[in-house]
Structure formats: structure tokens, C-alpha cells
């Protein structure tokens, strides 16, 4: 069964740092550039970070540039996020998603399969 777990969200003071984990299983994530996105009830998602297969290509969006990294390790089939000086405006539920990198690119407008989310919530 083709799975993507998130993990590592919860409640932090603003200031804080996560560090999400996205895992996959039933499916190598080797040929996969990863997407975190996050959603907020009744807001449209926003594209949080992106990494290609190889983990060379990354790509942030202006909000999370400089506060948050994206890393993976494929022989794990893991992908992280992680988030420093995190604001309360940050607060969302956070999830991954892949996409076959050789049919879509690194930067996809597709992707193949995403997982639930890990919820995060930043207050204090």
C-alpha cells in the first residue's frame, strides 16, 4: 500500500523550531521531488517547500526562506521540513506529497500521491 506519513507537528511558542518527517512506504521515494504544503480551514494551501529527487534543487516560497530547510534521505525513503522562528501566523496543518520527477520536473504542477498532514500550532 502506497503511504506517506507525516510526523512531528504539535504546539510551540512562537520562536520555536519542528522538524517534520515525511515518510514513505509501498513505493521508493527515490525518483520523487517532494512538495510540503500547508493548509489553514477555508484558506487555499500554500506551497511551503520543494526538493528534487537528488536533493540538489530547492525552492521556497518568500515566507519560509531562511526559516525553513528541506532535506531527505532516501535510503530512509524520509523527507524532512524543518521550521525555525516559527510565527504564529505559521500555524496550519503541514503534509507531503510526491511527484514522479522524470513526467512532471522538479517543480511540478502535479503531484502523485500526498499524505494527511501533522497538524502544527504556534502560540503562546
Known amino acids: 500500500q502506497v503511504q506517506l506519513v507525516e510526523s512531528g507537528g504539535g504546539l510551540v511558542q512562537p520562536g520555536g523550531s519542528l522538524r517534520l518527517s515525511c515518510v514513505a512506504s509501498?513505493?521508493?521515494?527515490?525518483?520523487?521531488?517532494i512538495g510540503w504544503f500547508r493548509q489553514v480551514p477555508g484558506k487555499e494551501r500554500e506551497g511551503v517547500a520543494q526538493?528534487?529527487?537528488?536533493?540538489?534543487?530547492?525552492w521556497y516560497p518568500t515566507f519560509a526562506s531562511g526559516r525553513f530547510f528541506v532535506s531527505r534521505e532516501n535510503a530512509k525513503n524520509t523527507v524532512y521540513l524543518q521550521m525555525n522562528n516559527l510565527k504564529p501566523e505559521d500555524t496550519a496543518n503541514y503534509y507531503c506529497a510526491a511527484a514522479n520527477e522524470g513526467a512532471w520536473g522538479w517543480l511540478p504542477r502535479g503531484y502523485d500521491y500526498r499524505g494527511q498532514g501533522t497538524q502544527v500550532s504556534v502560540s503562546s
Open positions: 509501498g513505493f521508493s521515494l527515490d525518483a520523487y521531488a
Open positions: 526538493i528534487s529527487a537528488d536533493g540538489i534543487g530547492r
